[in-house]
T-cell receptor
Framework: KAGVTQTPRYLIKTRGQQVTLSCSPI?????VSWYQQTPGQGLQFLFE???????NKGNFPGRFSGRQFSNSRSEMNVSTLELGDSALYLC????????????FGPGTRLTVT | DQQVKQNSPSLSVQEGRISILNCDYT??????FLWYKKYPAEGPTFLIS?????DKNEDGRFTVFLNKSAKHLSLHIVPSQPGDSAVYFC??????????FGIGTKLQVIP
């Protein structure tokens, strides 16, 4: 069974631009969560989607948004990029919403210059 | 406000010895705890978990201990191997809380 895939793996953007990251969960998994990882903050929860609905949201500004499609694939978008948005963005899939067992993708490394 | 704290950013251990990684939490609603391991350029992978109804859970070389009164858990790796060198994240969940992660501890096992 294929694991969680994320595209692109690396991205360089400039301040003020917007970016869209993609995540394909494990086949059969319907929940997708997004996390931001930075050296000093660890993994910070962004949001979770299940059945195309946002089920939970972390403490991030409205510039961070996401969506989920009917095939459970998910995208997250960051508008008006800031230098502080440079981070590793991780996607995790699980069978159901609220499941403790999450399977992570390799992440997208975003650098904002 | 860090609800899950890993106060040691790094740890070095000789191969064959015990590695002990510590984690403290503040939210009394947490009732399920997990450890994840992360290698560079890979996503975290689930390692071991423990429910609050237990105080110990073992899986091969990995044992997690939970002290609910102290709101403290620890991960023991015995014996440590060079392949265990990675960043270890402690995570906690409970009630309607999302899974909350600590900032990680980088373990280096020296051959």
């Amino acid at each position: 069974k294929a694991g969680v895939t994320q595209t692109p793996r690396y991205l360089i953007k400039t301040r003020g631009q917007q970016v869209t990251l993609s995540c394909s969960p494990i086949s059969g998994h319907r929940s997708v969560s997004w996390y931001q990882q930075t050296p000093g903050q660890g993994l910070q929860f962004l949001f979770e989607y299940f059945s195309e609905t946002q089920r939970n949201k972390g403490n991030f500004p409205g510039r961070f948004s996401g969506r989920q499609f009917s095939n459970s694939r998910s995208e997250m978008n960051v508008s008006t990029l800031e230098l502080g948005d440079s981070a590793l963005y991780l996607c995790a899939s699980s069978l159901w919403t609220g499941s403790y067992e999450q399977y992570f993708g390799p992440g997208t490394r975003l650098t904002v210059t | 406000d860090q609800q899950v704290k890993q106060n040691s950013p790094s740890l070095s251990v000789q191969e064959g010895r015990i590695s002990i990684l510590n984690c403290d939490y503040t939210n009394s609603m947490f009732d399920y705890f997990l450890w994840y391991k992360k290698y560079p350029a890979e996503g975290p992978t689930f390692l071991i978990s423990i429910s609050s109804i237990k105080d110990k859970n073992e899986d091969g070389r990995f044992t997690v201990f939970l002290n609910k009164s102290a709101k403290h858990l620890s991960l023991h790796i015995v014996p440590s191997q060079p392949g265990d060198s990675a960043v270890y994240f402690c995570a906690a969940s409970g009630g309607y809380q999302k899974v909350t992660f600590g900032i990680g501890t980088k373990l280096q096992v020296i051959p």
